[in-house]
Structures are given as structure tokens and as C-alpha cells.
């Protein structure tokens, strides 16, 4: 499983989000989809379509807002109780 190295923002509640992914790390597994040695013919393969969590994630911008995500659940719309 290939991995990455990126930056990002680290928001107050916790969370990160990749601004730049700096660089790709290959596994060389010809059944990982995202290194070199998968066959580009492979076709309607069960191979490993996914990157494995970040090798190094390097903090380029702090802030103690909430993420988007978070930002809807506990301040926006999704906060309000519905009945």
C-alpha cells in the first residue's frame, strides 16, 4: 500500500486537511493500483485502490476555528435540534 507525505491546515478540533501532498511513497506491489509496478492493462482487477495514512504530515497553518466538516454539525445547520 502506498503512502504520502503532505501538508496541511490542523483546525481546533483537531482535525487535519492536506493543502499539498508533497510526495508519494511506492510500496513496489504489482496489486497496489497506485505504484509503479501495477500493469497498466490490468483490467477489472482486485488489486489495493487505496493509499495507506500519511508517513508525514507537516502543519503549514494552525487555526482554533473548527473544519468544515465540524463547522456544520456544531455551529451551522446540523447543530439545530429538529422536531
Not at 38 to 54: A, I, M
Amino acid at each position: 500500500m502506498c503512502n504520502l507525505e503532505t501538508e496541511g491546515t490542523k483546525y481546533g478540533c483537531g482535525h487535519y486537511q492536506v493543502t499539498r501532498k508533497v510526495r508519494k511513497i511506492d510500496c513496489n506491489s504489482r496489486y497496489c493500483t497506485h505504484s509503479i509496478r501495477h500493469s497498466p492493462d490490468c483490467g477489472d482487477c482486485h488489486c489495493e485502490r487505496y493509499l495507506g495514512p500519511d508517513v508525514k504530515e507537516t502543519i503549514t497553518f494552525t487555526t482554533p476555528q473548527y473544519c468544515p466538516s465540524c463547522q456544520y454539525w456544531f455551529k451551522g445547520p446540523g447543530s439545530q435540534r429538529v422536531r
